[in-house]
């Protein structure tokens, strides 16, 4: 299963319960920004979908586009899949509904609706650190900060934060006589 924040699972979970598989309302205590925000995120990783809100039947509005329409947001099968629900046909999204105009385009076949793994940019520092990692001797502290010229705490953040919790990459670590505790990627 997909790792979600808290907020996330409630809004999924909520959006599964409902026959029209619509996320809104939010819970009470995510407002403003910090709504836009989980919202955003669930978009990019396509576990909601904005759709035209049928606001003659009543349904919830998330925005209003740049032409007066109303857009809601929709639980999608990836967005079910990651709470461990398989979906079913009885609770499809409705069929009158149609993609809101956006700015970006938002995912809407089934492949670009899986969240995508992250992968580095080449050339960024964090490519060097895990090249780093990656080579056979692996790295200690000391010689990531040499490298990078960056601070230690700014090194174990970077291990603990974008390469094991953002990449999902296993990183090892091992006290060498002579080096000090060394830190490397095995696969």
């Known amino acids: 299963m997909t790792k ?3 907020t ?5 979970s909520a959006a599964a319960q409902r026959d029209d598989r619509i996320a809104l309302p939010l819970p009470d205590s995510l407002r403003g920004g910090a709504a836009a925000k989980v919202v ?20 919830p509005m998330w925005r209003e586009t740049g032409d007066g329409h109303g857009v809601t947001l929709v639980a999608t099968d990836a967005g079910l899949a990651a709470i461990g629900i398989e979906p079913e046909d009885a ?4 069929a009158v ?9 938002a995912p809407n076949t089934p492949s670009e609706t ?7 940019r080449e050339g960024t520092k964090q490519a060097t650190l895990i090249a780093m990692l990656r080579a056979p001797e692996g790295a200690t502290i ?6 990078l010229d960056w601070r230690p705490h700014t090194v174990r953040g970077a291990l603990a934060g974008a390469l094991k919790k953002k990449l999902g990459l296993t990183i090892t670590s091992e006290k060498v006589d002579g080096r000090g505790r060394v830190y490397a990627i095995r696969d």
């Open 40 to 59: 955003g995120a669930m978009l990019a990783k396509g576990f909601l979908k904005e759709v035209d809100a049928n606001t003659r039947k009543g349904e």
């Open 142 to 147: 000391e010689e990531i900060v040499a490298a």
């Open 97 to 105: 509904a149609t993609e809101a105009p956006t700015e970006e385009p």
């Open 91 to 94: 609770n499809a999204a409705p």
């Open 8 to 12: 996330q699972a409630i809004i999924l």
């Open 114 to 120: 899986a969240p995508k793994t992250r992968t580095p």
């Open 4 to 6: 979600l924040s808290d």
